[in-house]
């Protein structure tokens, strides 16, 4: 129980974040939203759709990110499209 009553305050603090961005951008304020320390890969999702600028994740939530099975799905299917392309249209990034 304790832990759902944590999770929805961070929800809620999302939404905050979200509203906080809406004012920043309609003020033209210089002013930057931070979402500091993430700490798993639903909270970052959450600070990306609330539109912070500035995002720290520390190593282990992106060990989260990178090392599961959809993200691995999805980058091995990518990277097969990729191959198929032109080696010319390639180049420019590749090297």
């Given at each position: 129980?304790y832990?759902?009553?944590v999770?929805?305050?961070?929800?809620?603090?999302?939404?905050?974040?979200?509203?906080?961005?809406?004012?920043?951008?309609?003020?033209?304020?210089?002013?930057?939203?931070?979402?500091?320390?993430?700490?798993?890969p639903?909270?970052?999702i959450?600070?990306?759709?609330?539109?912070?600028h500035v995002?720290?994740?520390?190593?282990?939530?992106?060990?989260?990110?990178?090392?599961?099975?959809?993200?691995?799905?999805a980058?091995?299917?990518?990277?097969?499209?990729?191959?198929?392309?032109?080696?010319?249209?390639?180049?420019e990034?590749?090297n």
């Amino acid at each position: 129980r304790y832990l759902h009553r944590v999770d929805r305050r961070l929800r809620q603090m999302c939404i905050r974040d979200r509203d906080t961005r809406k004012a920043i951008d309609q003020m033209d304020s210089p002013t930057r939203l931070m979402a500091a320390s993430i700490r798993n890969p639903d909270y970052l999702i959450d600070a990306i759709r609330a539109g912070s600028h500035v995002i720290t994740v520390p190593p282990v939530c992106w060990e989260k990110v990178y090392k599961n099975p959809i993200f691995e799905m999805a980058e091995r299917e990518f990277l097969e499209s990729w191959r198929k392309l032109p080696a010319e249209l390639r180049a420019e990034y590749e090297n």
